[in-house]
Nanobody
């Protein structure tokens, strides 16, 4: 199973980015997906997750109202639209594939991880 994340980059505060993660090697539509991030010197933290069908989503309080997770099961891809970015959003963002169909905030439920894509927000 491979997860390939892309879309990171350098953006000014207030700007937007859209992350993508394409999954291969498993039946994508059967499993929930998540996004996590790790800022320099900090532990990895949950950002957002989406259920296998896309009907249930969860967000960290810090990104609620600014980030939107979505998925296209026909393209085996999960997205993270990030708006109103601020310097505190600077981190490496990881997509993760759950072992279950339900959306979850718990890292332990995610069995596959992508390589990460760096998001840098300048003030």
């Amino acid at each position: 199973v491979q997860l390939q994340a892309s879309g990171g980059g350098l953006v000014q505060a207030g700007g937007s980015l859209r992350l993508s993660c394409i999954v291969s090697g498993r039946t994508f539509r059967n499993y929930a997906m998540g996004w996590f991030r790790q800022a320099p010197g900090k532990e990895r933290e949950f950002v957002s997750s989406i259920s296998y069908g896309g009907g249930i989503t969860y967000y960290a309080d810090s990104v609620k109202g600014r980030f939107t997770i979505s998925r296209d099961n026909a393209k085996n891809t999960v997205y993270l639209q990030m708006n109103s970015l601020n310097p505190e959003d600077t981190a490496v963002y990881y997509c993760a594939g759950s072992g279950f169909g339900r959306a979850s905030k718990a890292p332990i439920e995610y069995v596959y991880w992508g390589q990460g894509t760096l998001v840098t927000v300048s003030s």
